[in-house]
């Protein structure tokens, strides 16, 4: 288990190179707004393979997985599989050659999954209508254990149940984070906090890091605290093409490249080749698509400020013990309780 107060900052590389290993159940933490493409990027170029990967609204993070021949097997909500079975992507195309394997859940099946492994549950009641679907019929490399059904030991009803998602890593990027990987979002949340709280590890990439009192000042706002968090790594526009609130919109320019590019293996190729393994890093990306299609491209992506209203967080104070070490209440010190407790034969080693 890591530490509150650990400087955990490293590169992209230092953080997939230490905690994702080959053979690992990954989860993309990012639903529908913003994916951690950076991270997803480092993962492909560091050639990592045989991925059971958990994504509940597989965009182009998952199909760059896939391209880059790092899924073996996939357990998902939603892939846009744009152009069908004709005109799809690697998804589409791995799935015609045999060479993953998918199980397929409602949103609801799949968040209960990530909600049971954050709470500590082996498994989640769920609703039972799915039953009557393709979903519980169809099952692939989950066998009986993509559903199952039990007895409620309370009124003997047959009872639903998802089993529980603890994937080995989690990747997600958030707004900002401090040195020790306090995680700050604000947004649709989703299934974001569940699915990061539910894995083993978690490596947390960020449009900025900032100092712990800028997180102290929103408590709120952290939905990954350090203690849980293995890695952080600054990352400005490191979600791109996607979007993060209140830093930058999505690229719908680059976005269309990559899903035209993604119909044909040869095509999505020479994507990968320059856009991913051909960039280093994520600094080096962003300096490519400046040098190719002009800062201006960027610059009317970035948000335009829209704060909230400031919330006071002020108490008359924060302990119970003053600034002269004497408890509040009772106008004594530590020392002072301890041996009236003791006298009273009310202290226990």
């Given at each position: 288990m890591t530490q509150n107060n650990e400087n955990k900052v490293m590169s992209g590389r230092e953080a997939v190179s230490s905690f994702v290993h080959d053979g690992d159940e990954l989860i993309i933490g990012n639903y529908t707004v913003g994916t951690c493409t950076e991270l997803v990027f480092e993962i492909c170029r560091q050639q990592k393979e045989?991925?059971?990967?958990?994504?509940q609204s597989g965009i182009l993070d998952v199909d760059i997985l896939v391209n880059a021949g790092c899924v073996d097997r996939l357990v998902t909500t939603y892939v846009m599989r744009s152009g069908g079975k004709t005109g799809g992507g690697a998804?589409?195309?791995?799935?015609?050659d045999g060479s993953i394997e998918m199980e397929d859940y409602t949103n609801f099946n799949?968040?209960?999954?990530?909600?049971?492994?954050?709470?500590?549950?082996t498994f989640m009641p769920v609703l039972e209508g799915v039953m009557k679907t393709d979903l519980f019929k169809k099952?692939?490399?989950?066998?009986?254990?993509k559903y199952r059904v039990i007895e409620c030991p309370y009124t003997g009803k047959k009872v639903l149940t998802v089993p529980a998602a603890n994937p080995d890593v989690c990747i997600v990027h958030v707004q900002r984070a401090d040195k020790y990987g306090n995680a700050q979002y604000w947004g649709a949340l989703g299934s974001v906090a569940a699915a990061a709280l539910c894995s083993d590890r978690i490596i947390v990439s960020c449009e900025e890091i900032v100092d712990h009192d800028v997180i102290k000042r929103s408590p709120?706002?952290?939905?990954?605290?350090?203690?849980?968090?293995?890695?952080?790594v600054e990352a400005p526009w490191g979600v791109h093409p996607t979007?993060?609130?209140?830093?930058?919109?999505?690229d719908l320019f680059f976005y269309g490249m990559f899903t035209n590019a993604n119909t044909r293996a040869d095509k999505v190729k020479e994507w990968m080749d320059e856009w991913v393994y051909g960039c280093p890093d994520r600094e080096t990306y962003i300096n490519h698509y400046i040098n190719k299609y002009?800062?201006?491209?960027?610059?009317?992506?970035r948000a335009k400020p829209f704060y909230s209203a400031p919330a006071n967080y002020g108490a008359a104070f924060t302990s119970a013990w003053d600034e002269k070490g004497k408890e509040r209440s009772m106008g004594i010190t530590l020392d002072e309780m301890e041996k009236l407790l003791d006298e009273r034969g009310m202290l226990y080693e």
């Open positions: 045989n991925f059971t990967l958990y994504s998804v589409e195309r791995a799935l015609q799949y968040n209960a999954r990530l909600a049971a492994g954050m709470h500590g549950f099952r692939s490399f989950m066998g009986k254990d709120n706002f952290t939905i990954i605290p350090a203690f849980r968090v293995n890695a952080v979007e993060v609130l209140g830093y930058y919109n999505r002009g800062s201006g491209m960027l610059d009317r992506l």
